[in-house]
């Protein structure tokens, strides 16, 4: 079998030493070291082709956990306790049920897919997220549960994602997360979203739509904002504003300056070529890429400017964090990006101890069912459904039996449980009006076709056509497999 070599996408040597002028467009002079001394990294290597048609991924995590019992695997038959206030609603597929709360999800039944019985062995938010952000359920030597990023994890399956998939626009980050890290409530940003092991310059590229506020505040903001707890509402409001990235320019130059910045660039063409002659490698800092191409590319551009987007467009998604995270992410695919993984909802939003039946209803349904329904009908309106996969899944499930937090709640809620979730796939060749798995009567444990983390991710990997011989190398140059399990059976 033939072996090729994937790279790891890159600005072209003449776009790297434009960068000599970045200083015109107010991002420092510092690149010059880092070009000189950029090295080249050790490339995927792949055998045959994988079977998969996807060209790009949108992973759709919702921090906190969500309710399988009230989102895609009723229980209306368990005893009380167990059931749940919501009803089994139809959807457009026969025999297949939903929450009442999701119409729209329910009008589009044949163009998703929901596995119901994915598992594993942690309760803990923290283990959670690095268990269902890298897909690996064993930890690499040394690990420590703890909310901490280290060079020592498994890197994330954006960041493998983005390292073995061809560039559509290399002028493009490869993978990106938005529209903020996922931070604990309690301080610490949750491991599992970064290069790891693979290396920083693997990280994907965070687009922090907002500061990090109040962390009492859940919810997609300013439309669906919630506090934590109804027994202890904080003093203040939550005064979270969703932005563009925070790119600063130089004092005086505004955004309709910039074009003619930008244009100053062609008139250092013979100053650059001493600084060509001085690079030694091709390689060029992927973060000082990232920044030339979010100023430069006007797809991008458009891309981040959500909240200045149509009127109507802005309707159909929602005029909130989860609405313009998913037509920001809508845009990015348009504009070549491979990887997008979309937090909705940071603080743990999902994690529905108390006052679960309101919260969901009102607050958390709403926005996501809107926004995921509008970016369903806008990939296919733009003939890229196909070619692109979207994953929605959470850290885990919740426990079959509700119970009340009498200090912090008025209302039941349900607490955080790995045995079960469901995980919900559409578009990239999955085929819709599917589910595969079960649980059991309770929705506690799988009761057919267990799936996991590992075969969550090697069915990411295949759909967008990885080969399961694929590797990845670490910074010691150390080979691993991309693959730790098999593609789920029934989704594609």
């Known amino acids: 079998m033939n072996q090729h070599d994937l790279h790891h996408p890159r600005v072209s040597r003449r776009t790297a030493i434009q960068a000599g002028a970045v200083g015109l467009l107010g991002l420092g002079m510092n690149h010059v070291q880092a070009l000189r001394a950029a090295t080249s990294h050790p490339p995927l290597t792949k055998g045959g082709q994988g079977g998969g048609r996807a060209r790009a ?60 019985s994915l598992t594993h062995p942690t309760n803990g938010h923290t283990l959670g997220h690095f268990y269902m952000l890298t897909g690996h359920t064993t930890h690499p030597p040394g690990f420590r549960d703890e909310r901490e990023t280290r060079p020592t994890h498994w890197p994330a399956i954006a960041s493998v994602v983005g390292n073995a998939i061809p560039p559509r626009n290399t002028n493009l980050p490869p993978a990106i997360v938005l529209p903020e890290r996922l931070v604990h409530w309690s301080g610490g940003t949750l491991p599992g979203a970064f290069g790891g092991m693979m290396g920083r310059r693997h990280d994907p590229l965070f687009i922090e739509a907002s500061p990090y506020g109040n962390p009492m505040w859940r919810g997609a903001y300013p439309e669906y904002t919630f506090s934590n707890s109804n027994q202890h509402t904080p003093a203040t409001p939550d005064d979270r504003v969703f932005q563009a990235p925070n790119i600063t320019l130089s004092p005086g130059l505004s955004a309709d300056r910039l074009t003619d910045r930008l244009d100053l660039l062609r008139q250092v063409d013979l100053q650059r070529q001493s600084l060509e002659r001085s690079a030694t490698t091709q390689s060029f800092d992927q973060h000082r890429q990232s920044a030339i191409s979010l100023l430069a590319d006007p797809r991008v551009r458009r891309a981040f400017d959500v909240t200045r987007a149509e009127p109507r467009i802005q309707e159909r998604y929602g005029r909130n964090s989860f609405g313009w995270s998913l037509l920001m992410a809508f845009r990015l695919v348009e504009a070549g990006v491979n990887m997008i993984q979309v937090n909705l909802g940071n603080n743990e939003t999902w994690d529905t101890h108390g006052d679960i039946f309101p919260r969901l209803r009102d607050k958390l349904f709403p926005p996501t069912d809107r926004a995921l329904s509008a970016l369903i009908d806008d990939l296919r309106s733009a003939g890229l459904f196909d070619s692109t996969l979207i994953v929605m899944g959470s850290e885990f499930g919740r426990t079959p039996r509700l119970s009340t937090l009498v200090d912090s709640y008025s209302g ?35 009761a057919s076709s267990p799936q996991t983390p590992e075969s969550m991710a090697a069915t990411i990997y295949h759909a967008l056509g990885i080969p399961s011989t694929a590797e990845w190398r670490d910074s010691l140059d150390r080979p691993h497999h991309v693959y730790n399990g098999q593609p789920i059976v029934g989704l594609v």
């Open 57 to 116: 991924c949108i992973y759709i995590f919702l921090s906190g956990g969500l309710a399988q019992h009230e989102s895609f695997d009723l229980k209306p038959d368990a005893p009380a306790g167990i059931r749940g206030d919501f009803r089994p609603a139809a959807t457009n597929t026969p025999g297949i049920q939903i929450s009442e709360y999701l119409p729209g999800l329910r009008q589009r039944s044949q163009h998703w897919a929901v596995v119901r």
């Open 412 to 446: 039941a809620g349900r607490d955080h449980w790995g045995a079960v979730q469901s995980v919900f796939f559409a578009g990239g060749g999955i085929r819709g009006g599917t589910v595969v798995g079960s649980s059991d009567r309770h929705g506690a444990y799988p």
